[in-house]
């Protein structure tokens, strides 16, 4: 289906009506220049960038809007921008007046868009300046607050703009992650059948296979994208922003974020706390989905034990305070509060144990994800090279404490602690 057709809304087999709040979407070359008619309602418009995302579109962006930019705010590009108080402080001092906010960037600058949209009741459409993630289309700001890496559930961007010009100028890296993004879908949406049949978790089969069909298109597209081909670029960015709306259409990002984002979040949470280096977004997801999906073939070869493995609270609160430092306590109270540590998951396990192993058998095998990674040269040496055994283990055990989420990285400390001998 074209993306025009999806932002009419779809009555759904589900039984549910799906629906996304996404006025104009706009990706092809020269998209930018239509700009002009998607603003004529607006006089004043506040532009949000960094220097590295202005310099990629802000001269082209500001001349589509003949004279109605009445204020930027351009964020230093030498320093990561990390979306925390202080960076929605920036913003929020100059939205006096304003109309309409105009994201000029990609992951970052449009999560601090959208939180600020959130706060001020101010619309905002974003210029997208790399095909890196997933989130142009989707509600969720995920933003640092208070330190710890939190989804806030924020309105979609009246309108995304993807002008195939800038985006196959992108850096490569985050051209990259884009792909990796989307790759790490097979192991969201095996985790969403799994949760289906654990937790009898809402699944719809059209969103799951909308996502799906974006997988397969965005694995062809390889050799196009090193090649920084606008063809190729636009399959990606379309592929990236339709499974946002996938996210819209379910009401929760269940559809494209599972255990692969929760071990990309616990890298990135970790490396902000410890001053360590990790991989954009989309690289991390990437790699973290070979990560798990060896954690499902494990769990398919290994016998399953006859005790579920839980620590003691001494040894749990402990373990959660060397991992996280200053985030620990939240973590603590956030699983508290999901309850899944109370519950004998094993029984559930055992007793649905055939379906179980389907859905595992279904997800694609870790050394075929390396492939599809390789084929962008995404290499598992790298991951390796930047993330120690132990980090890895911690992120296998507890990337789970950051999130509501039942993923298989449950299943897997469940049985097994975590403990895993691959990394
Ligand atoms: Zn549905
Ligand atoms: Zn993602």
């Known amino acids: 289906m074209e993306i025009n057709e999806l932002l009419q809304g779809v009555e759904c ?22 700009l002009k008619d998607m603003v004529t309602e607006y006089q004043r418009i506040l532009l949000v960038a960094d220097e590295n995302t202005y310099f990629a579109a802000g001269e082209k962006t500001e001349k589509a809007l003949t004279g109605k930019t009445v204020d930027k705010v351009v964020f230093s590009g030498k320093t990561v921008l990390i979306p925390n108080e202080e960076a929605i402080d920036r913003v929020m001092q100059s939205i006096d007046g304003v109309q309409l906010i105009i994201g000029i960037g990609s992951g970052v600058i449009q999560d601090l868009c959208k939180y600020v949209s959130l706060k001020s009741k101010i619309p905002y459409y974003i210029v997208a300046t790399a095909p890196s993630m997933d989130g142009y289309a989707s509600t969720g700001a995920a933003m640092i607050l208070g330190g710890m890496k939190v989804t806030v559930s924020a309105g979609v961007p009246a309108a995304i703009i993807a002008d195939t010009q800038v985006l196959k100028d992108a850096p490569m890296e985050m051209i990259q992650a884009g792909y990796g993004d989307i790759v790490g879908k097979y192991s969201a949406l095996n985790d969403w059948r799994l949760s289906k049949i654990v937790n ?95 954690l499902r073939e494990k769990l398919l070869s290994m016998p399953w034990p006859d005790q579920q493995y839980r620590l003691s609270k001494e040894e749990y609160v402990a373990k959660i305070n060397r991992i996280y430092g200053p985030v620990a306590e939240g973590c603590i109270a956030l699983q508290e509060k999901v309850g899944l540590y109370e519950k004998d998951m094993l029984s ?76």
């Open 200 to 294: 009898d978790e809402y699944f719809c089969q059209s969103i799951y296979d909308l996502t799906m069909d974006m997988v397969h298109k965005t694995l062809m597209l390889a050799d196009g994208l090193l090649r920084r081909e606008e063809e190729s670029v636009k399959v990606l960015m379309e592929a990236l922003v339709i499974v946002g709306i996938a996210m819209s259409f379910a009401g929760s990002s269940r559809p494209a974020s599972g255990s692969e984002h929760h071990l990309s979040h616990f890298f990135e949470i970790t490396g902000i706390v410890n001053n360590e280096e990790y991989f954009p977004h989309g690289i991390d997801v990437a790699y973290s989905t070979v990560v798990t999906a060896q």
């Open 13 to 34: 087999a589900c039984s549910r009506y799906h629906r996304c709040d996404i006025r104009y979407v706009s990706i092809g070359s020269n998209a930018i220049a239509q």
């Open 348 to 423: 559930v396990y055992k007793a649905k144990e055939t379906q179980i192993r389907q859905v595992l058998a279904e997800m694609p095998k870790a050394e075929q994800i390396k492939q599809m990674l390789g084929a962008v040269k995404l290499d598992m040496d790298a991951f390796y090279k930047l993330y120690s055994g132990d980090k890895i283990r911690d992120a296998v055990s507890y990337a789970k404490e950051l999130k509501d989420r039942y993923t298989v990285l449950w299943m897997y400390y469940d049985m097994f602690g975590g403990e895993t001998d691959e990394a």
